[in-house]
């Protein structure tokens, strides 16, 4: 008995190697962009279509993926300027120095790099090791597709912790090895966007005003002591009304910051810990909620009557902090919780 | 026999306990293949900065799986979990061809260590990339076909889609039966 089914296992094993082993890859070049020099390299919508990319040896080029891609892998290269769509899983820098990135991805991972400036989108916590003058910004860009393939790589565009770094070989008592790029700096300052007829459908862009993701300040040192924290519930529309408060905010005062945002599935328990009532219970069940924190003097006044006007002649549910000293409270406890949820 | 093994024998479903270590380099795949045991959602999975664990049961087995971090900066600490490991589950990302020589060190190392000598499970994972090399390439160039002092097992799988990780632990469990 015994052995025959080990037997049989074994012959699983075998058609399984095969099988994993069987898929077309005639035209795995296509996915590999290895020693250009002084080069343009793209790749346009449907190209990728959710395959790995690897990036290597290259110097003095411009690389662009306007497509939502498995994983990549960016080894060896000097001096050039890269822009990834957005990436399922994780995206891996090592051995690299002067370059320029802007990428949205689930993870970020960098080892033995020098001076490479990201704009990022990161679903979790970015991490480096062994790299140095690092600097991170938020990633702000657009092309007609870019918000299918989000959902394509499984991403949300409010789940943002691009400053939240972790230093695995910090340098006691020094910044040495990162740092933000400042708010005034957009994206055109670092990538040129790529010329050419076959562009033009896409209707790129690298205006910050018109970015798919919300710009968030970051770990930045904030302008005001006043924060609020407001939150969508998931009623099938949650996205398009942030993204329209947000908007709404920016004409009624320019000086309020988003300083982060998350959208994350809450359990009635922790809708009891974080707003301290049980107000939320059947609300965060409805799905992934929004989170944003917001800042500038007046804040909270300014959030609640943003969100009067937003919700006006609606049904959903939104929560506004009804004071500056619960607002205080309440992004701590919303924020931790978040963080929380992260590492487990 | 002492009372406690007395008691055990006495259940009707005896509890099989395996301490399982799951190593391998940085971004190879740990975390992903620990929550496929754990049948838990795959899709937020922060880089690992210390290590995690979580038991799953497997055909009359309590799998106590523990998952270490693999940056380079913090290997020097595999060594504190070695105590009392049952088996060595080592993650490879088959698609990493840059680090295969560096996996293929940490590997040997591993073999080396006298309190870590398990049986071996190697996972060659992330067969569902394109520039995946094949479990067979894998095995010639870490030189598995010379290891002698242990029961090992290299089983291609991605753990994204779930091929192939089924059939690892059942190697696994079938491993450890032999060996009790």
């Known amino acids: 008995m015994d052995d025959s089914c080990c037997a049989f296992s074994l012959i699983c094993h075998k ?4 099988d994993l082993d069987k898929r077309d890859k005639s035209n795995v070049e296509n996915f590999i962009i290895d020693g250009k020099k002084g080069e343009t390299v793209s790749r346009l919508p449907g190209t990728v279509n959710g395959e790995q990319i690897v990036i290597q040896n290259c110097q003095d080029s411009n690389i662009y993926i306007f497509d939502h891609i498995a ?25 690299c120095k002067q370059c320029r990135v802007a990428v949205v991805c689930q993870q970020f991972r960098t080892r033995d790099c020098f001076q490479v400036d990201t704009f990022l989108l990161c679903g979790t916590q970015p991490i480096i090791e062994s790299s140095s003058r690092m600097k991170f910004a938020c990633f702000s860009f657009n092309y007609s597709q870019l918000e299918q393939q989000f959902k394509s790589a499984g991403l949300s565009i409010f789940n943002n912790n691009w400053s939240n770094i972790h230093d695995f070989t910090p340098v006691p008592d020094e910044d040495v090895n990162f740092s933000y790029i400042p708010p005034e700096s957009t994206l055109a300052d670092f990538i040129p966007l790529p010329e050419g007829s076959e562009f033009e459908s896409l209707q790129l862009s690298s205006d910050p005003n018109t970015s798919l993701v919300p710009q968030t300040w970051g770990r930045r040192r904030k302008q005001s002591d006043e924060s609020c924290l407001v939150v969508f519930f998931n009623d099938g529309s949650c996205v398009e009304r942030a993204v329209r408060f947000l908007h709404s905010l920016k004409t009624k005062n320019s000086k309020c910051i988003l300083v982060q945002s998350k959208e994350i599935l809450m359990e009635p328990d922790d809708s ?73 | 026999m002492g009372l406690l093994s007395l008691l055990r024998k006495l259940r009707s479903n ?8 799951l190593l391998g380099l940085d971004n190879a795949g740990k975390t992903t293949l620990l929550k496929v045991l754990a049948s838990e959602d795959i899709t937020h999975i922060t880089p690992t900065q210390g290590f995690n664990i979580k038991s799953v049961q497997s055909k009359g087995f309590k799998l106590n799986v523990w998952d270490i971090g693999g940056q380079r900066r913090i290997r020097p600490y ?7 490991t049952d088996i060595l589950i080592y993650v490879i990302d088959s698609a990493d ?81 032999k060996k009790k």
């Open chain 2, 97 to 177: 061809r840059k680090r295969f020589e560096e996996t293929g060190e940490e590997l040997t190392e591993l073999f080396e260590e006298e309190k870590l000598g398990v049986p071996v499970l190697v996972f060659a994972n992330k067969q569902d990339l394109m520039n995946a090399a094949r479990s067979s390439e894998i095995a010639d160039g870490l030189n598995l076909n010379s290891i002698r002092d242990r029961a090992w097992q290299i089983q291609p799988c991605s753990a994204v889609t779930g091929e192939g990780v089924k059939e690892g632990i059942d190697w696994m469990t079938q491993a450890c039966n």
């Open chain 1, 71 to 95: 994983t990549v892998s960016i080894d060896d290269c000097i001096n050039c300027n890269i822009f990834l769509g957005p990436i399922k899983s994780s995206v891996f820098i090592r051995d």
């Open chain 1, 15 to 18: 058609l399984l190697a095969r």
């Open chain 2, 78 to 84: 595999w060594k504190n979990y070695f105590e009392n």
């Open chain 2, 14 to 21: 005896p509890d099989l306990e395996l301490r399982i270590l």
């Open chain 1, 272 to 344: 009891r810990r974080v707003f301290e009532t049980e107000s939320y219970v059947t609300a965060v069940q409805g799905g992934p909620v929004i989170g944003l924190e917001l800042n500038c003097d007046g804040c909270v006044a300014l959030c609640q009557a943003a969100v009067v006007e937003l919700m006006a002649g609606t049904t959903g549910l939104v929560f506004v902090s009804q004071s500056p000293q619960a607002a205080e409270k309440q992004v701590e406890a919303f924020y931790n919780f978040a963080d929380m949820q992260m590492g487990i």
